[in-house]
């Protein structure tokens, strides 16, 4: 049976160039690229998250020192008020007294 050349599947020699070969992976080099990317893919991923982890952490912990700076500002300020109040007491009673 003679089939006509313009009825030929595009697969066979001389359609397309790809033969019924083409097709089979080598076992040398078959997943070597994809193990390769995968392994950079999730390299970068942890280092991701390890910035975002230490961000947050180190947010957390200049909040708590802001306040902890604030609270120490407004025990300095009620000290030095009360010091201050026992010093005028103190200057009056001696002006009084004398």
Do not use: Q, W, Y
């Not at 313009?6 to 078959?30: E, M, Q, T, V, Y």
């Not at 020192?65 to 201050?84: E, T």
């Amino acid at each position: 049976m003679n089939i006509p050349k313009s009825k030929k599947s595009p697969c066979a020699k001389g359609g397309l160039g790809i033969g019924p070969g083409d097709f089979i992976r080598h076992p040398a080099n078959s997943g070597a690229a994809l193990v390769i990317v995968l392994a950079i893919t999730v390299l970068l991923l942890g280092l991701i998250v390890a910035f975002i982890t230490r961000a947050g952490a180190d947010r957390t912990s200049s909040a708590t020192s802001a306040a902890a700076n604030d609270s120490r500002g407004l025990a300095d300020i009620a000290v030095n008020f009360g010091s201050r109040s026992r010093g005028v007491e103190a200057e009056v009673k001696i002006a009084i007294s004398h």
